[in-house]
C-alpha cells in the first residue's frame, strides 16, 4: 500500500473518520487549514487531522514520524500574520489542527491560575477567568478565533503588554508532545522552579517547530475596581512618548494599555467605517488611546486620569483629551484601534510589518523611516500604528492611492522590507514584536539575528526534532 494512504488510515483509526480531512474525501474543502489568513499562501496539505486528546497528538505524531518524506504543521485558529501554520505545496504534510481541544480543565482560586487546552479560544479562556472572578489579561484582536495555543507558540502580545506582558509571562505550565510522541506533563502552577533549564520558556514563542503544546497553566488576576479610557491627540511622536513617561509617573500599574495611531491609520477607519467617530484625527497628526485599571474605585481612577491630562495640556504634549464616560464609550474608542488593520485590507494590499524599537529612539526612527520610504516610493502611505507602551509598532507600507495593490507588492516588497528592517537593525530593534517569524520571515532571520544566536537555534532544533518532523521551514530557513 501507498505508505501516505496507510497513513490516512491510521490517522483515521487514532481520531476517528470524521476527524481525519483529505482531497480524497467527496466535495473536499480544506482551504480554511490550506491557507492562510491574510491569503498571502495556499499550500496542499495530506491530511488534516483534529485529535480530540493528548493521546491522540500523541498517537499521531509517532504515525508521522514512522512515514518517510512526512512533516506535521501544527494549526490553532489560524489566524497568524507571518505564514507558520500553514502547510506547503508538497502534499507531505500533515496539518494538525488543535481546535478540537477547547476544555478548561480547572480554575485554581488560591493559586491564581487557569489551565486550559491548547485549542481553546482567548476570548473563552477570558470568559472563563472572569465568571470566577478573575481577569485572564490577554487581549488583542484576533481574540474571538485565535487560540491559546497558537498565542503561546508565537508569544503573542497585544494590548496590555505594558503591565502584564507577553503570553510568555502569563504562562506558568506547559504540556507538550515531543517530536518523538512523547508527553512532557509539565502543567505546574508554581512561580518558582530552579531545577535546571527552563523548557516551557523554550517552547513558548516555537512556533511548533520544536514541540506540540497540547495545554497550558495560565497565571490570573483580580479583577480590577475600575477600568477607564481615554483618547488624547498630541502633536508628534515624540509628544507621545512624552505622555507615556507622564503616565507611568502618575498612572503607575494603573497603566495598561497605551497604544499610538498616525492620522492616516485613522483616516482609514473613517474612510470604510464612517459609522465610528474617530475623535481629532482631522486636527492632529497623532492620537494616543490610553487604559487606566484601578484597584480602589472609579472616582479614584477618573481622578487618577484628569490629574494625568491636566498636566500633559500644560506641558503641551496633548492638545485634546476625552475620558470615555461609560463601557460602552470606552468600547467604542477599542473599537476603532482595532478597526485599523481592517480598514487597511479594505484600502487594498500592503506590507506589513511588526517591529519593536527601544521607547526612546521610536520617534527618531519613524521621522527616519517615513522620509526614506517617501524618497523611495512617490505617494506612499505609512499606516503606523501599535504599542507604543512596549516599543511595538505596527508599521505598515500602503501603495501610493490608485496604484495598483499586486503590482505594488511584486516590485517593492522586498526593497521595502529590506528598507525597514535595516533601519530596525539600526536602531537596535526587532523585525517581530508579537506575530513571530513564520516562512515570511525565516529568510530574514540570518541577516538581522546575532550568528552566535542563530547557531544556538539550529542546535537546539536539532537536537529536539533531529528529522525535522514539526513546522519545517518555519522560524528557521530550510537548509
Known amino acids: 500500500m501507498n505508505p501516505h494512504q496507510a497513513l490516512k488510515d491510521q490517522l483515521r483509526q487514532i481520531c476517528g473518520a470524521a476527524n481525519v480531512h483529505t482531497h480524497d474525501d467527496p ?56 505564514v507558520g501554520g500553514v502547510p506547503d505545496s508538497s502534499g507531505s504534510q500533515v496539518v494538525l489542527s488543535l481546535t478540537r481541544m ?5 480554575i485554581d482560586p488560591d493559586n491564581l491560575t487557569l489551565t486550559a487546552e491548547a485549542g481553546c479560544v482567548l476570548h473563552s479562556v477570558q470568559d472563563a477567568a472572569e465568571q470566577a472572578g478573575f481577569l485572564f489579561p490577554l487581549s488583542l484582536a484576533a481574540e474571538g478565533s485565535c487560540t491559546l495555543g497558537g498565542n503561546l507558540g508565537t508569544n503573542a502580545g497585544g494590548t496590555q503588554v505594558l503591565r ?20 512532557w506533563h509539565g502543567l505546574t502552577g508554581l512561580r518558582k522552579d530552579n531545577t535546571g533549564y527552563d523548557l516551557r520558556h523554550l ?64 483616516s482609514l477607519v473613517d474612510k470604510h467605517y464612517p459609522q465610528q467617530r474617530v475623535p ?64 487597511q485590507a479594505d484600502e487594498g494590499l500592503n506590507i506589513k510589518h511588526d517591529i519593536s524599537i527601544p521607547v526612546s529612539r521610536i520617534p527618531a526612527f519613524v521621522a527616519e523611516t517615513d522620509a526614506l520610504l517617501a524618497q523611495a516610493i512617490p505617494g506612499v502611505r505609512l499606516v503606523d500604528f501599535g504599542h507604543l507602551g512596549d516599543g511595538n509598532l505596527h508599521y505598515n507600507v ?18 521595502v522590507n529590506t528598507l525597514v528592517f535595516d533601519q530596525v537593525a539600526q536602531f537596535k530593534g526587532s523585525i517581530s ?16 539575528k546575532d550568528p552566535t544566536a542563530l547557531a544556538m537555534m539550529h542546535a537546539i532544533k536539532h537536537a529536539l526534532d533531529p528529522h525535522k518532523l514539526l513546522n519545517p521551514g518555519k522560524v528557521l530557513p530550510r537548509a
Not at 503570553?167 to 508532545?177: K, N
Not at 500602503?398 to 516588497?413: I, K, S, T, W
Request: glycine share 10%.
Open 27 to 82: 466535495g473536499a474543502d480544506l482551504s480554511a487549514w490550506e491557507q492562510d489568513w491574510r491569503k498571502r499562501s495556499r499550500g496542499h496539505a495530506l491530511a488534516v487531522v483534529r485529535p480530540g486528546n493528548t493521546a491522540e497528538v500523541a498517537a499521531v505524531v509517532k504515525a508521522c514520524a514512522a512515514t518517510p518524506g512526512v512533516s506535521i504543521v501544527p494549526q490553532g485558529g489560524n489566524t497568524g500574520l507571518v
Open 102 to 106: 477547547n476544555a478548561v480543565r480547572a
Open 164 to 183: 502584564y506582558g507577553n503570553t510568555r509571562d502569563l504562562c506558568l505550565g506547559l504540556e507538550v508532545v515531543t517530536a518523538q510522541g512523547e508527553v
Open 203 to 266: 517552547m513558548i514563542g516555537s512556533e511548533g517547530t520544536l514541540g506540540i503544546i497540547t495545554a497550558a497553566t495560565m497565571k490570573l488576576t483580580p479583577l480590577p475596581a475600575a477600568q477607564l479610557t481615554a483618547w488624547a491627540a498630541v502633536p508628534s511622536m515624540q509628544a507621545a512618548v512624552q505622555l507615556l513617561g507622564l503616565a507611568h509617573r502618575l498612572l503607575g500599574p494603573g497603566l495598561t494599555g497605551f497604544e499610538v495611531m498616525g492620522q492616516f491609520a485613522l
Open 280 to 343: 481629532f484625527f482631522k486636527e492632529s497628526p497623532w492620537c494616543v488611546l490610553l487604559e487606566n485599571s484601578d484597584s480602589e474605585n472609579e472616582h479614584h481612577a477618573r481622578s487618577q486620569f484628569e490629574a494625568l491630562l491636566e498636566a500633559a495640556l500644560e506641558q503641551g504634549c496633548v492638545s485634546d483629551a476625552v475620558v470615555a464616560e461609560n463601557i460602552a464609550q470606552a468600547r467604542a474608542l477599542w473599537h476603532i484601534r482595532e478597526s485599523i488593520p481592517m480598514a
Open 398 to 415: 500602503q501603495a501610493p492611492a490608485g496604484a495598483d495593490g499586486p503590482a505594488f507588492l511584486r516590485d517593492f516588497e522586498e526593497r
Open 433 to 448: 514584536a508579537e506575530h513571530g517569524v513564520g516562512e515570511l520571515k525565516a529568510h530574514k532571520l540570518p541577516h538581522y
